[in-house]
């Protein structure tokens, strides 16, 4: 059995290029969203080796925790997202819109001689 140091992480590199383009999200978002460097993601299995890196790439790409990890080990499976992506950006929720003020309705009473 493979672990998180060695396996096939040219595939798991693909992966994640693949799935970061299917939600049109950049490298810099990614590193953002993960914590991890832009480096660190760009160069996956080159700079780092460690599982709960892949854990966290994995969650913010939406797939199962364990998705990398059986990538890694070269035990791919289908079926794997655990929610689909949010939109890219969020349409602000509609609001009805303000009423108009009723203008002239209330009558006060001047001030001084009238």
Known sequence: MTGPETGNWQAVGEAVRARRRELKMSTAELARLTGLSETTIRYLGATTRSKASLVAISAVLRWRYDHLTNILRGQP??????????????????REPPRPRRRGTRRHPRSGPG
């Open 77 to 94: 499976e289908k079926n794997v997202h655990v929610r689909p992506p949010p939109p890219r950006h969020a349409p602000s929720p509609r």
